[in-house]
């Protein structure tokens, strides 16, 4: 390979580290970057998401005797701009899969916004709270599912 190539080989690196040195990548926050309250809460609404209950489970009726809380599955999708607004995860674990777009999700123990392609899972646990935005070209489809204990939390 000459010379110049790999000079344009490696400005085209340095360039492309650049633009990612903001933002998290492969979907988790990096070990560096994460720190309590890194990210604070903010007021924006929900925005062109739709969030559809697929099935519950009461985990009330189940050997682990858990009353008052609610295994569910929903697909929620998100369309281009659109926002997850600004929620907690305190009394509500969570295990989303990312199975079509991109969104970028800002969390309270995060300094850098985090970068979820498809195929990717974000665990929201107690120490959790965050907002999300579809920054893809197309919707963004999520699977949640999580255990819900106020019936009454229309949070996404």
């Given amino acids: 390979m000459s010379t110049k190539k790999i000079l344009v080989l490696a400005a085209a690196f340095a360039g492309a580290s650049a633009l990612l040195a903001g933002t998290a990548t492969a979907g988790q926050c990096p070990a560096d970057k994460m720190k309590q309250d890194a990210t604070k809460p903010v007021t924006t609404a929900a925005k062109g998401v739709t969030d559809t209950v697929l099935g519950m489970i009461d985990l009330g009726a189940e050997p682990g005797k858990l009353d008052g809380r609610n295994l569910r599955l929903r697909k929620l999708v998100v369309q281009r ?9 305190a009394d509500r674990p969570a295990i989303i899969y990312i199975t079509e777009g991109e969104i970028t999700e800002y969390a309270s123990n995060c300094a850098v916004p985090i970068v979820h392609k498809a195929g990717d899972v974000a665990r929201e646990t107690a120490e959790v709270s965050h907002w999300w935005k579809n920054t893809g070209r197309g919707p963004a489809v999520l699977l949640s599912a999580d255990v819900q204990h106020d019936l009454h939390d229309h949070n996404m």
């Fill in 81 to 89: 701009n659109g926002i997850v607004p600004w929620h907690s995860h």
